[in-house]
């Protein structure tokens, strides 16, 4: 059985890993030469290396795929991809060496880490070199909820690191391997397929046609952070509850339906939503020259655009719905006149959606 089938099987479950098992691969091979492996050796740590994550296939997308931290209760599902792997590959006749490293690549150097709790020289040699390489691409890669980390802080990470998370013998050897390696500025994840498009589509796009309000505080950060001034509009839907009480729910989603429509008409020029969420899963926030509407609560959004729009397009949508018997109420605000921190639109929205009265500018 080929070892990169199933790296390849999990890049398709998660894009996400695309490059990244073969960077750490990679990574593992040149400690692992620095170290003085025979090419037998090598060759496990490379198969390892391919397999070692594949577990992750029976994970849930919600966990698997969420570009966020993970909640401790998600974190215990994640956990289990080392037993899952080990159970989907034991029996294809893969060397010990390499299935070690599946097995033991969560493990920490003082104990701490999972599934067994193995220590020191216990944790296979291999599955130690892998740690080491996979932690280091982890920190050097970019993810929609964090940064890469520079390169020179990575390696005093590990540093930092030894004795604790990895194996201290082994540490100097991978600082040599990565000081000679010349840092890439980004790691970017590769997700621009029409897979992700639509597997995405399903998991950020909201039934309304918002993006869901998870990707808000990142993209509003990013924005912030790129300096440029732009614009941000909340919008909030006043008698939704009677809508729905009145008419029945179908009835209240076919409204933020309709409000999502009407602002995309107004304000976002009916551009293809998933193409903005690609977008904005690799960060690439910096591109995005059209508005992006966020749901980010029952009957609130948010509209995201890089240039001030028209007051009138507001005003456009408020009175689209108001022929419809819906009443909104809208916020237009300025980066940087209005705002300079994303605490300070948290502080605006708290009052915006009591209901405290604010006017239009
Ligand atoms: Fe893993």
Known sequence: MRADFFSRLLEFRDAYTKGRTERGVSYALAIGREIGLTQEELDHLQT?????????????????????????????VMKLHVQYGYELVKDLGFPKEALDVLLYHQEKFDGSGYPFGKKGQDIPLLARI???????????????????????????????????????????????VF?????KEHILPEVDT?????RWSFYYVDFSGA???????PTLNAFIEKGDPFCLTFFDVENLFEINQKFGW????????????SINLQCCAMHDIRDLVIKLMR??????????????????FAVIAPYIPPPEKVEGVIKAMREKGVS??????????????????????VSFTKGVSIHLE
Not at 330 to 339: G, H, K, Q, Y
Not at 342 to 347: F, I, K, Y
């Open 194 to 198: 029409e897979l992700e498009k639509i």
């Open 48 to 76: 390892g290396g391919l397999i070692h994550d594949v577990g992750k296939v029976a994970i849930p997308d919600i966990i698997l795929l969420k570009p966020a931290k993970l909640t401790a209760e998600e974190y215990e």
């Open 328 to 349: 909104i109420k809208a916020l237009p605000m300025r980066f940087p006149e209005s705002f300079k921190s994303s605490q300070e639109v948290l502080n605006v929205l």
């Open 250 to 261: 179908d009835k209240g989603n076919e409204v933020l339906k309709t409000l999502v429509n």
């Open 130 to 176: 892998y740690t080491i390489a996979d932690s280091f691409e982890a920190m050097t890669s970019r993810r929609i909820y964090k940064k890469s980390k520079p390169w020179k802080m990575a390696l005093a990470e590990l540093e930092e690191l030894a004795g604790s998370h990895f194996d201290p013998d082994i540490v100097p050897y991978a600082v040599k």
């Open 179 to 183: 000081e000679k390696i010349k840092p």
């Open 283 to 300: 960060q690439d926030v910096i591109d995005i020259t059209s508005p992006v509407i966020f749901r980010i609560g029952g009957d609130e």
């Open 211 to 217: 993006i869901k309000g998870d990707l808000f505080l």
